[in-house]
């Protein structure tokens, strides 16, 4: 183990039994430098390291801070579509979230990786639908959702106006334009944070976003076989774990 990872291991230690609690300033570098009979840049090589990993947060003139660390939020694997007064939902663990500004509806070229769920190529037109979701009584956000609709499908439609009606998109689809009982698949991804996302959610530098990326199916209609929508949630990976059951093959 080299110097500054033997020095972050035992600063990492120290977090954690808190003798440094958070939100309390750590040493400085020279006093760390003494503590530990090396360089400042082993030092500052090693509060880096725990600063990509969220545990301090560096502040300017002011010295290196311990980081809050919440509680972990668990996301059920849900498999069932449920309805409320406002429509349809996907998890109960995030039934209680709402927006905390107006969505925004664009019509912008598709990313690559939503292109391939689409059916669509990189950079054709789609429908973006973006929302800030999170806690009403705090404003703390928790999760940023889009929803990207194929353009030859939902340009010009209900599906592109900011406010959509009672049921939101997925009762437009189904009672409105006529796309029959709509189908949904999952799939659950990890990457690197924009800086966007990372603004938004408050993120440590480094820590990357879990994304909860569903799609919809037409079962009727014009638009019968097709995905109509994916639909794309980032969180804090950091904050969240994902729970399933387990069942015994008999």
């Known amino acids: 183990m080299a110097r500054w990872q033997q020095v972050a291991q035992t600063l990492r230690e120290a977090i954690g039994d808190a003798t440094y609690p958070p939100g309390t300033r750590i040493p400085k570098e020279d006093e760390l430098s003494e503590q530990f009979g090396c360089s400042r840049t082993t030092i500052r090589?090693?509060?880096a390291q725990l600063t990509v990993e969220g545990l301090v947060t560096p502040v300017r003139r002011g010295g290196t801070f311990v980081r809050e660390q919440p509680d972990r939020v668990t996301?059920?694997?849900?498999?069932?579509?449920?309805?409320?007064?406002?429509?349809y939902y996907f998890s109960e663990s995030v039934q209680d979230l709402r927006p905390l500004r107006p969505p925004t509806v664009d019509e912008g070229p598709c990313p690559p990786d939503i292109a391939a769920l689409l059916g669509l190529q990189p950079g054709d037109p789609v429908v973006i639908r973006d929302r800030v979701m999170g806690e009403p009584g705090t404003g703390r956000v928790v999760q940023l959702a889009a929803s990207y609709l194929p353009a030859d499908l939902a340009a010009g439609t209900v599906l592109a106006d900011p406010d959509t009606g009672p049921g939101g998109i997925y009762d437009r689809m189904e009672h409105d334009l006529g796309w029959g009982r709509l189908d949904w698949q999952g799939v659950i991804t990890a990457r690197p944070a924009t800086a966007d996302e990372a603004r938004l959610l408050n993120l440590a530098p480094g820590v990357p976003v879990l994304c909860v990326t569903r799609t919809t199916i037409a079962t009727a209609g014009p638009a019968e076989g097709r995905v109509v929508e994916a639909?794309?949630?980032r969180r804090d990976a950091s904050?969240?774990?994902?729970?399933?059951?387990?069942?015994?093959?008999?």
Do not use: S
């Not at 059920?76 to 409320?84: F, Y």
């Open 231 to 233: 639909n794309a949630t």
């Open 75 to 87: 996301l059920a694997l849900d498999t069932t579509a449920r309805r409320d007064d406002l429509g």
């Open 239 to 250: 904050r969240c774990e994902v729970r399933y059951p387990v069942t015994r093959h008999t």
């Open 45 to 47: 090589r090693a509060v």
